[in-house]
């Protein structure tokens, strides 16, 4: 599948950080065209010269697989870090490895059963991996095999239009734009079946699907999500659900989405465009409870709107591990220099300016290695601080030679089953500070947020 993704590139300074960013709410932007998804050639391996879609090293530490062929389950390609994992988990603690297995009585769809705290016990370290846009059936069979080595359910963004093929791409209009057109590509007509059977296999093995919008407007594609007001945002939702909804009866083909609406809880905007007081509204007439989209400092509990009660999960602006972008050595009196997006594409453009032409497998390796040790600090600073869960998003990508889906795979690799970690979707988290006493919830969600690396 051939996909190109428009994404924004925007420079924010805020109290003197500067945060790059693929998504933000900025004015001060400009536009960088990259793909978002390869053609995959013999055996499932990307065809060559095919485009991507959509603290100091540590001594003896590996970084996942730098070839661009994804691992399929069981394969001797899948990331490295795999001896951290428990052999033969696939399952978070308290979830079901079986989907037909019948749920205990207050289950998530993974099987999680959220209890409440006991007077004096810490909470779980949450950590909660998604992908936005979600289409690419490699990336799919790749995760798939991460997550039969350990306790891994994670939340996948749709775009809308992914449920529309290069012939039927005429049935989406974007709010403010014509008919068919969309800053993401379309799926070719035959590869629709299986996008939809790997969204259909994900549900029924208990992952979460959330929106990720449709055309994918940012700056620059204007009008974009940033100016939307409330009654564009209910038409993209709307049309989202229909998309859904109908993609059988739209493409003239039998398969359909096993996604009822009522399923779909939560958002993260493209490019985290939007405003609050347009975007909630909608998302609460929808039956949305949570949104994704707008960053924080630091990592810190989540908490509800004032208005129409929606569970803000922003994502960390946080210091990146080891040198600065120009190459420069971290001044530990200076972090607030160099806080950024936790997210693949922020990093991708911190370290190579979004380009990977030129680029080594041993840069690669080493920019990865980065990531993976910001990644670290993170869970470090969290798990022996506020316990917040950590947020990380990403993209089904090979941008810089595999370098961010290395990196998120072997963190999840070596983290998720750890003692009281729990790598699990927005939803079930939702679903756990809902069953808490609201004093203690309210304890956790009031202490400060984790700023800099744990210890």
């Known amino acids: ?18 945060l790059l960013s693929a998504c933000s709410g900025s004015t001060d932007q400009s536009a960088v065209t990259v793909t978002s998804n390869v053609t995959a050639g013999p055996n499932g391996s990307s065809a060559p010269g095919s485009a991507g879609p959509g603290r100091s090293a540590t001594p003896g530490s590996s970084v996942a697989g730098s070839t661009s062929s994804p691992a399929r389950p069981g394969s001797s390609t899948a990331p490295a870090g795999s001896s951290n994992a428990p052999a033969g988990s696939s399952t978070a603690a308290g979830s079901s490895a079986n989907p037909s297995t019948p749920l205990k009585p207050g289950a ?112 620059g594609a204007d009008p974009s999500g940033n100016v939307w007001n409330q009654a564009d945002w209910n038409n993209e939702l709307d049309q989202f659900f229909s998309l859904v909804k109908n993609v059988d009866a739209n493409n ?37 409870t949570y949104d994704s989209s707008f960053t924080r400092r630091g990592i810190s509990w989540p ?34 220099q160099h806080y950024q997006i936790t997210m693949d594409y922020n990093f991708y453009y911190s370290q190579r300016g979004a380009s990977s032409k030129g680029v080594s497998p041993e840069q690669s390796k080493a920019d990865s290695l980065q990531v993976l040790n910001t990644y670290r600090d993170m869970y470090r600073a969290t798990s022996t601080g506020n316990r917040a869960p950590l947020i990380l998003g990403n993209h089904f990508n090979e941008w810089n030679n595999n370098a961010y889906s ?40 009031a202490q400060a947020p984790a700023l800099t690396p744990g210890t």
Request: one cysteine or more.
């Open 252 to 288: 003239g083909i039998t398969q359909k989405l096993n996604l009822p609406a009522s399923e779909v809880k939560g958002i993260r905007t493209p490019c985290l465009e939007g405003k609050k007081e347009a975007l909630f509204p909608a998302l609460k007439a929808h039956g949305l």
């Open 1 to 18: 599948m051939r996909r190109r993704a428009r994404v924004v590139v925007a420079a924010m300074v805020a109290t003197g950080a500067v």
């Open 406 to 445: 290395d990196a998120i795979a072997n963190f999840a690799l070596e983290t998720c089953g750890k003692p009281d970690t729990l790598c699990l979707p927005f939803r079930d988290v939702i679903a756990w500070m809902n069953v808490q006493d609201p004093a203690r919830l309210a304890q956790l969600q």
């Open 303 to 336: 908490t509800q709107s004032s208005d129409n009660k929606i569970w803000q999960f922003g994502m960390a602006e946080f210091p990146i591990n080891g040198r600065l972008p120009d190459g420069s050595p971290v001044d530990p009196s200076k972090r607030d």
């Open 108 to 219: 998530q769809p993974d099987g999680f059963v959220p209890t409440k705290l006991a007077p004096g016990q810490k909470a779980p370290q949450f950590i909660i991996i998604s992908f936005d846009g979600a289409g690419w059936h490699d990336k799919w069979t790749y995760w798939r095999g991460i997550q039969a080595k350990v306790p891994l359910h994670f939340t996948a963004f749709l775009s809308g239009t992914y449920m529309l093929s290069s012939a039927t791409k005429l049935k989406y209009t974007g709010p403010g734009h014509s008919a068919g057109k969309s800053s993401i590509g379309w799926n070719d007509p035959a590869e629709l079946p299986i996008q939809i059977a790997d969204l259909n296999e994900a549900i029924s093995r208990g992952d979460e699907i959330g929106t990720h919008a449709n055309g994918h407007f940012c700056a």
